[in-house]
């Protein structure tokens, strides 16, 4: 069974940087997209970005230009550049990989991002 892990949240001060990571547990065949979700409490999860296999990007509105996904799908690797983070990031993010060869969705467990004023 293929797992996904998050590594890179951690607390850091409105204004700052972090870089989330995601790395399969073996190279995943096939692979479509990738992307990062998130979930702040009380709240329901949406997308923040996702990279195709291709290379095209898309972005919540939310984002605004402060975050960038890049991806190595040879890898099977997924990471999250944010910059300028705000309050209202804080929340828990997870990245998921989709592969068209199987048509599964491998999801991570999620890593917590507390942003503080």
């Known amino acids: 069974q293929v797992e996904l892990v998050e590594s890179g949240g951690g607390l850091v001060r409105a204004g700052e940087s972090l870089r989330l990571s995601c790395a399969a547990s073996?190279?995943?065949?096939?692979?479509?997209?990738m992307r990062w979700h998130r979930q702040a409490p009380g709240k329901e999860r949406e997308l923040v970005a996702s990279i195709s296999n291709g290379g095209t990007t898309n972005y919540g509105d939310f984002v605004k230009g402060r975050f960038t996904i890049s991806g190595d799908t040879a890898k099977s690797t997924v990471s999250l550049q944010m910059n300028n983070l705000k309050v209202e990031d804080t929340a828990v993010y997870y990245c998921?990989?989709?592969?068209?060869?199987?048509?599964?969705?491998?999801w991570g467990k999620g890593t917590l991002v507390t942003v503080s004023s």
């Open positions: 998921s990989i989709y592969t068209w060869k199987y048509g599964v969705e491998y």
């Open positions: 073996e190279v995943i065949v096939g692979i479509h997209v």
